[in-house]
């Protein structure tokens, strides 16, 4: 029976790492950016997915501008962690992430989803610098994550897998393919996060095709299973740190969020999925999240 961490509350005051309250402000404020960042794009572009950019900006930024062990200048460095955005259609908040730690120009980011742009509307690996799989269509990368997972282990490197896939994806049955061989090869070097929103494309997850019991699903893949308030920062350092522990099985960090977070009408609404916002707007979200500080 796998361990089931079903709330943190429950573990805290255990062995967990201390994180700063100066750590998780400035991890805060990078999201908060990501954000502004993603928005700025998809507005200027008049095209992109904004719900699902701000359901996982903290999770982005406790990876790039913490835990990921990464090197801006040397993208292919061979004992970098690999990093896959199976929910490729967030890519605005993925190439901000990588513009701010410097493996391109900030000013790249205008150029997204131009025709000769490296930044195209889906991550390409062999264009931009940092993209580690090409991804758009869903499902595929805990099956690709599988495969470098299983490939680290052959040539003993210590380097770590981390994928973020949304909970519409996981509607997919190839993702469940992919959790079979990760389990088959106990890949503990794989972490895989859910951004578990509730909505996908255009509607609820839980009324187009439920996925509960989730975690009873993940369990019975013999996944490690941890679950969390994503919008935490504290929590995904922590749960990041619990999965780096798992040495016999995948793990999978069930990231409780809300689509569209901090912009007050774009929030749980499945509209916001994959529209650009007009003027007005942008002007009203940019506001929000100018204010906005989350705890
Ligand atoms: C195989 C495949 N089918 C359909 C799509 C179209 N599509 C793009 S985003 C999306 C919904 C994804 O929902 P979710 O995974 O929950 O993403 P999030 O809410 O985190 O943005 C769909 C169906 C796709 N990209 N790939």
Request: hydrophobic letters at 40%; one cysteine or more.
């Amino acid at each position: 029976m796998n361990t089931i961490i079903l709330s943190f509350d429950k573990i805290e005051g255990g062995s967990m790492k201390h994180y700063s309250k100066k750590l998780i402000a400035r991890l805060n404020d990078n999201a908060n950016q990501l954000r502004i960042d993603a928005l700025r794009m998809i507005y200027e572009r008049g095209a992109g997915h904004p719900g699902g950019c701000l359901s996982c900006s903290e999770i982005i930024s406790a990876l790039y501008f913490h835990y990921l062990k990464i090197d801006p200048q040397r993208p292919h460095w061979e004992d970098r962690d690999r990093f896959i955005l199976s929910k490729g259609h967030a890519s605005a908040i993925l190439y901000a992430a990588l513009a701010r730690r410097g493996f391109f120009d900030i000013k790249e980011l205008q150029t997204w989803g131009h025709p000769n742009s490296r930044l195209q509307g889906h991550p390409d690996r062999l264009r931009t610098p940092g993209i580690e799989m090409t991804t758009g269509t869903l499902g595929q990368g805990l099956s690709i994550a599988s495969g470098i997972g299983l490939a680290a282990r052959l040539l003993q490197q210590k380097w770590r897998i981390y994928i973020l896939m949304g909970d519409g994806e996981c509607q997919s049955g190839i993702v469940w393919e992919g959790a079979m061989m990760a389990s088959k090869y106990c890949l503990s070097n794989i972490t895989a996060i859910i951004d578990y929103n509730d909505v996908q494309l255009d509607g609820f997850c839980h009324e187009i095709m439920p996925l509960e019991p989730f975690i009873k699903k993940w369990q019975s893949f013999n996944f490690e299973v941890v679950e969390i308030d994503g919008h935490s920062v504290k929590e995904i350092l922590q749960a990041l740190d619990v999965t780096k522990e798992i040495h016999d099985r995948p793990s999978v960090i069930i990231a409780h969020t809300i689509k569209g977070k901090g912009v007050s009408f774009m929030e749980n609404e499945a509209k916001w999925h994959g529209l650009a916002p007009d003027d007005e707007q942008y002007r009203q979200a940019i506001t929000e999240l100018k204010g906005e500080k989350n705890g």
